[in-house]
């Protein structure tokens, strides 16, 4: 089985930083791409970042230059570093991760979600 657990989300004051962790366990072969998502009540998920096997990111037009999503293939965990937070960032954030498990059927994971709250 493939697990993805995510951390660090929480509630911080606009322009206030955040790093989001997501690290993926269990029978894995092998790791495709990795990212975030986020979800406002009531709106469909949106891509918010990610990043191929080989390093190569991309990211929504909202969080360009404020954003930015790392890898560690050795922990199999990505990250989103979120600078200069703004009210309108408050949503659920979801990682995911598109991989081989032992079974033997490339899959994409979801995490758990975890809640940012940008708010004075």
């Known amino acids: 089985q493939v697990q993805l657990v995510e951390s660090g989300g929480g509630l911080v004051q606009p322009g206030g930083s955040l790093r989001l962790s997501c690290e993926a366990s269990g029978s894995i072969l092998r790791i495709n791409a990795m990212g975030w998502y986020r979800q406002i009540p009531g709106k469909e998920r949106e891509l918010v970042a990610f990043?191929?096997?080989?390093?190569?990111?991309n990211y929504e037009d909202s969080v360009k230059g404020r954003f930015t999503v790392s890898r560690d293939n050795a922990k199999n965990t990505v990250y989103l570093q979120m600078n200069s937070l703004k009210p309108e960032d408050t949503a659920v954030y979801y990682c995911y991760t598109y991989l081989l498990p032992t079974s033997g059927t490339w899959t994409r994971y979801w995490g758990q979600g975890t809640q940012v709250t940008v708010s004075s």
């Open positions: 990043i191929s096997s080989s390093g190569n990111t």
